[in-house]
């Protein structure tokens, strides 16, 4: 696959590059498509990919409203 490269103005700078569209045009295909819990054998996986995937309720450490980095 070939990627397309501009170059734009930025505010504050000058030229850049830019990355243009890096995705394969058209839909998914197959029976399978969006089916990951039939991708992922065990249940520590499945587990793993539902953490990443919701990493707001299972983080410890990130900052939202809820929490502050410093406190007030």
């Not at 070939?2 to 505010?11: D, F, G, I, R, W």
């Not at 995705?23 to 990951?36: A, I, L, R």
């Not at 520590?44 to 539902?50: C, F, N, R, S, T």
């Amino acid at each position: 696959m070939e990627y397309q490269v501009e170059k734009v103005k930025a505010p504050g700078r000058d030229a850049v590059e830019l990355l243009g569209p890096t995705y394969e045009e058209g839909q998914p295909e197959g029976e399978e498509v969006g089916k990951w819990r039939q991708k992922l054998s065990s249940r520590e996986e499945k587990l793993k990919y539902l953490e990443t995937g919701e990493r707001y309720w299972y983080s410890d450490d990130w900052f939202g409203s809820e929490k502050r980095k410093n406190p007030a």
